[in-house]
Structure formats: structure tokens, C-alpha cells
């Protein structure tokens, strides 16, 4: 179990802080504790886990910002060994059905099979032209090979500066060919079928941006990561916490929370530690952030000189799409209530994403919804039935714009005004409709409900614009040399899915590849010999 700050503060020496308790900031920890460093990590929220926590409602359970992971049920995959490796074999999990994923644009539905292969021939069947099929070939032999040259781009976020400025582009160069254009952009060289295009960019929503607007590499990581299908934590993503802290403090180090922190005390250009919301400082000889690159370097370090240099380009980098989801609770069984593992996505009747994105945030209060997640976390849990029987849940969950409920946001959690209340409950309501045109059988059902804003997402994990995925996912985010593991204050580093991508995956692979750059190790090869 995390100290509360609240009541006690840290008494040891610490060779690290670091700050955020995500699933990169307590990897980093983990991985460091190997090494033999003791760690404090130090949270804001009462609850660890950054989007993996979980949170209880009634005699409801459910889980933030994990419905799917890819790769993890593939012992040989990197994300698989990572997991393994800084949870000393602890988490397991468990798969979902053939059909992880199914888009639905009006009354056509399209399964994505899992296995590359069966994903491409199942798809050809809703494609029977020779065209289709061929552009099909094409685009997962794209993704692969966008997907593979991405190891590039990301490990040179590792290189110190002067390295990474010399070599970076070069390094790069095959991810730069795919990073630098749009998803459109690069689809449309191997189709000009809308319905196609529609369909396979059908997932987006798992980084936030519709085709014209995401840089393809971001896309095809995503894609390509799910190839295989996705799974679930058995027990629930508050398991990834629960098995990771004991790695942690196995070299004496320790996790905190709500415990904020208000600054980095840099002296003589060198991170020494960090200024908590209290006024109280804690020394450390080496700091890492896993909090974003905005709130770093915007709030953390706002008044330090050496940050100015990155100033244009965090003014010219956007935060991704905030998010609306509801939370349901139901009375009733899988069994009785006929739902599945397979992951909803619902859009208008029209392929075409960035218009109907457009047309929502023209009108977002009429316009249809540019596109509906619904997940099923307690059937992909294995464990649920024993915590919870006899009850299930869902969630839904659509984009949102911060800027509708700016107006709110200096009020307080649970206390913003019956305007708020009643804006929600409209909100709450249309998603209601959406579920009960899939799923009928659930109208009657629903036992409790709650839906979640941007303001909760700034209230709880700390991103001022309520973003899901941190940094937007655009051509141009790749491009940032910012978005690096070194950072121009010496011993203070950068972690978290601003550093690779958004994504689970991302935020792992973040943690890694902030070890290596700060301990100049070769830690990727030590996690694959540990984990063979
Ligand atoms: C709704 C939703 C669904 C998602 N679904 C999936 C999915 O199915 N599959 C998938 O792979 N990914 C999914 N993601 C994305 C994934 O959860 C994230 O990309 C990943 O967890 C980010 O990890 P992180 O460590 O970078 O950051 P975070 O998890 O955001 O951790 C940052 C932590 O820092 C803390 N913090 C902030 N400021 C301070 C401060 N000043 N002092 C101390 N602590 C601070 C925050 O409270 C937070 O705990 C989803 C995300 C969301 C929001």
C-alpha cells in the first residue's frame, strides 16, 4: 500500500524522485530499483496509478484508461518482458475473444479479427474488389514496416542532446518518411475507396485524431499493436500497480500519494530536487517527470531561464482531445445481459472521419456523435465474478471539447452547479441512446450511471485541458526536440506517453528508454535475458 503524504512525509535519502505515478513513472522506479536505486515516487491523486487506477462507486468497480492491451499475451514480445520484468512475473492477463475490435458506421458492422492474417482475409471479405484486396495486402505490410522503423525515432530520444542533434535525423530516417505524413496522406496512396479508409482507420479514437490530422506512425503503431488482438489485466488495472510496488520497494524505495508537487529546485543549472504544494523540499540526486511535457515545463519549471529555448515549440504543440465516458453499472450478469469482450466503435452513417468530426464540433450539442467507444471491462476480467457477482458494467466514452466546459472550471469537483449537473445528464442521456440502438437488451437495465468530463480528467490526473493522450499525435509532434529523455537541466529527465506515444504501450516503452538514457546502460538487453 502507497503512504498518504497527507499523513506522513518522506524521512530516508532517496536516489530518485520521481514524479507521477502512472504506468511509466512507477516502471522507471521499478526498473531503477533493479539497479539497485531506491526511489520515492510521489503522486498527487489519493489514488496510484495515474489512468491505471481504478476507482469504486456503489458496489461497482471500474477501470480509467485501460480497455485493450496488444502484445502483452505474446511471451517473446518486448511489452510482454517489460511487464514481466518490473512486476517480477506477478500480473497476469487475460485475452479477449477472436473479435477484439468491431466498427459499426450506421448498420454495416466490420469485425477485426485477431492474427494478421485472418484480420487481412476477413476484411477482404467485406471488400471482395481485387483492389480492395490488394490495398489491404499493402496497408498491413505498411503498418508493419512503419511500426518497425519507429524503434528508430524512439530510440533516439535516449541519445544526449548534442548526439541527438548531430545524428537524430539520420538515425530516423526511414520513421521520418512515415512520422511526417498524415494517416490520410499515406492511405490514400494505396486507396481512394472512402469506405476503406473509413474502416481501417476505425480504431482512432485509441490515440484521439481522425486520419487527415495524425501523423500515420502513430496510427500504424496503434494498429499494428492490436494485430494480434488485445487482453486484459486479471483483477483489473489496479493489478499493474499492486505488482509493480513491491519491485519497488524491494531497494527501499517507496511510493506516496497525495503528494504534489509544485516545482523542481534547480540549483546551478542542476535538478536537486522538488518543492512540494506544502512548501516542503525534498533532495534527491536525480529527478524524473512522468507528468507531460507541458505541465514539466509550463508548471513545474515555469520560471527557469534554461526552459526558455522549448517555449515556441510547447506553445506550437497542442494537447490531445479530451474525453467524455460514462460509467455504468448493471444488476445483471454477462450471461443475462448477452454481452461480449469486443470492443464498440460506432460512428455516423459516413466513412469519412474528419467530416464527421467537423460536423460535431460545429454543433456539438445536436450534431451526432463523431464516434462512440463501448467497452465491456467486466467481462474481459476473468476475476470479476468473484469480486463482484452477479453485477456487470460498461463504458462510454466520446471525445469531448474542453472548451465547452471552460466555463466550469474554476468550480469544484462535485460541487460545479446544477447548470453543470444538468449539461451532464443531457450528455449522459444521449450516450444512454446510443447503447440502447446496439445493445437493446440493456434498456431497463442500467442500475447506475456517471459520467466523467475533461474537468474530471484535470481534477484527477492533472492535465490542464483535460487531454486523454497527453501531446497531440500530428506530424509535427514528431518533430519536437523537446520530446527527449535529457532535458537542459542536468540530472533531471523526462518519462510518460509524451516521451514515445499515448498508450500503454507507449508509456512502457517511455519508462525504458528513460532508464537507458539516464543510466547509459543497456537495459533493454538486461529486461530480455531476465525474461527469456
Ligand atoms: C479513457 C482512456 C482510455 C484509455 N484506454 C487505453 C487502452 O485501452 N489501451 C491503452 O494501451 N491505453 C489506453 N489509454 C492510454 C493510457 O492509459 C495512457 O497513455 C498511459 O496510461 C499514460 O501513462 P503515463 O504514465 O504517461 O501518464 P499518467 O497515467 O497520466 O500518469 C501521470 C501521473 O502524474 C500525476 N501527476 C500529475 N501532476 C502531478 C504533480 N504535480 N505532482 C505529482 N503527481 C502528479 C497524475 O496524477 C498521474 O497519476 C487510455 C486513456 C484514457 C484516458
Known sequence: MPASYKKEHPQEQYDWIIIGSGLSGISLAAILSK???????????????????????????????????????????????????ITDGQLEWEEMDEVYDQIIFGKERFNYVKGTE????????????????????????????????????????????????????????????????????????????????GVLTGQYGDYGMPPAQSSFIMHALLAKHYLGGGSFPIGGSARIFETVEPVIEKSGGKVFTNASVEKIIV???????????????????KVASSIGVHNTYLGLLKDEPKIDKFKQQLEGTEASSAHLCLYVGMKYTAKELNINKTNLWIYPDNFNHDENMANYLADPDNAEFPLVYISFPSVKDPDWENRYPGKSTLEIITLGDYGTFKKWEDSRWKKR???????????????????????????????????????STKHFVNYQKGEIYGLVHTPERFEQSMLNVHTPIKNLYLTGQDIVTCGIGGALSASMITAMGATKKNIMKKIIEATN
Open 35 to 85: 539497479e539497485g536505486k531506491k526511489c520515492l515516487v510521489l503522486e498527487r491523486h489519493y489514488t496510484a496509478g495515474g489512468y491505471t487506477h481504478v476507482f469504486k462507486r456503489r458496489d461497482y468497480e471500474w477501470d480509467v484508461g485501460i480497455h485493450y492491451v496488444g502484445e502483452v499475451h505474446r511471451k517473446e514480445k518486448m511489452l510482454a518482458r517489460l511487464f514481466r520484468y
Open 118 to 197: 485472418n484480420f487481412k482475409e476477413h476484411l477482404k471479405t467485406y471488400f471482395p474488389d481485387p483492389e480492395d484486396q490488394a490495398a489491404i495486402d499493402k496497408y498491413v505490410a505498411m503498418i508493419r514496416a512503419a511500426s518497425h522503423a519507429s524503434k528508430d525515432l524512439f530510440s533516439k530520444r535516449a541519445l544526449p542532446p548534442l548526439a541527438n542533434r548531430l545524428f537524430g535525423n539520420f538515425i530516423s530516417r526511414k520513421a521520418n518518411s512515415y512520422s511526417r505524413k498524415t494517416t490520410r496522406e499515406v492511405l490514400e496512396t494505396i486507396t481512394k475507396n472512402e469506405k476503406l479508409i
Open 267 to 285: 540549483k546551478n543549472g542542476k535538478a536537486v530536487g522538488v518543492k512540494m504544494s506544502d512548501g516542503k523540499e525534498i533532495l534527491a540526486p
Open 417 to 455: 452547479g446544477e447548470d453543470y449537473d444538468a449539461y451532464k445528464e443531457k450528455i449522459s442521456q444521449r450516450l444512454l441512446q446510443v447503447l440502447f440502438k446496439y445493445l437493446p437488451q440493456l434498456e431497463g437495465k442500467i442500475d447506475y450511471y456517471e459520467l466523467s468530463t475533461p474537468l
